[in-house]
């Protein structure tokens, strides 16, 4: 079975502030890793995704996450962040090969830009 | 392309009624999974089919809860009857594969 631990409930941010959000995981086969965000009384939206090759995938909106397998870490980050940042970011993970293919998600992270 | 459509998107109703939320996934996708959120619990996923064939309902609550999927293009989650406890936000999602999961904007249900 997999887990995912996203340690930061909540993270406060100064607008155009730098921003790291932290997961790690736990898996006994070779998974996938997502980001999704939810904005305010919407559902979630994919992010970014790492399914294999470079271990860093950006998004369009300026987001990046860094796999990093000795550490089982898929840290989100952003150099500067904008007031539209603000939502919850959940980080998921699956398994790569056959079987029940269900995401386990992290309890989330409320990321809260200050202006 | 249309996304995920969950209908309805806000439900009020007493204790005790029979709620059903309903879901039509993304055309070609051929897995879909209903999720429950609250502030207490989070995101939990309830049940998911695979070809329209139920695959894992471990996190259906209890037998009050069941879910259907007559076909590729439509799905409902029943509550019958429903609590107070029940009060959520739901959502549907759908696949095409593990590289992604889609959501829907999701069914906000009170239970008075």
């Known amino acids: 079975a997999q887990s995912v631990t996203q340690l930061d409930s909540q993270v406060p941010v100064f607008e155009e502030a730098p921003v790291e959000l932290r997961c790690n995981y736990s898996s006994s086969v070779s998974v996938y890793l997502f980001w999704y965000v939810q904005y305010p009384n919407q559902g979630l939206q994919l992010l970014l995704k790492?399914?294999?090759?470079?271990?860093l995938v950006e998004s369009i909106n300026g987001f990046e996450a860094e796999f990093n397998k000795s550490q089982t870490s898929f840290h989100l980050r952003k150099p500067s962040v904008h007031i539209s940042d603000t939502a919850e970011y959940f980080c998921a993970v699956t398994r790569t090969n056959f079987g029940n293919e269900k995401l386990t998600f992290g309890t989330g992270t409320r990321l809260t830009i200050i202006p | 392309d249309a996304g995920v459509i969950q209908s309805p998107r806000h439900e009020v109703t007493e204790m005790g009624q029979e709620v059903t939320l309903r879901c039509k996934p993304i055309?070609?996708?051929?897995?879909l999974f209903w999720y429950r959120q609250t502030m207490m619990r989070g995101l939990e996923l309830l049940i998911y089919?695979?070809?329209?064939?139920?695959?894992?309902d471990s996190g259906m609550p209890e037998d009050r809860f069941s879910a259907k999927m007559p076909n590729a293009s439509f799905s409902t989650l029943k509550i019958q009857p429903s609590e107070p406890r029940d009060s959520a936000v739901y959502f549907c999602?759908?696949?095409?594969?593990?590289?992604?999961?889609?959501f829907g904007d999701g069914t906000r249900l009170s239970i008075l």
């Open positions: 055309s070609g996708h051929n897995s």
């Open positions: 790492y399914l294999s090759g470079s271990t």
């Open positions: 999602a759908s696949s095409r594969d593990r590289r992604a999961q889609h």
């Open positions: 089919f695979n070809n329209n064939v139920p695959i894992d």
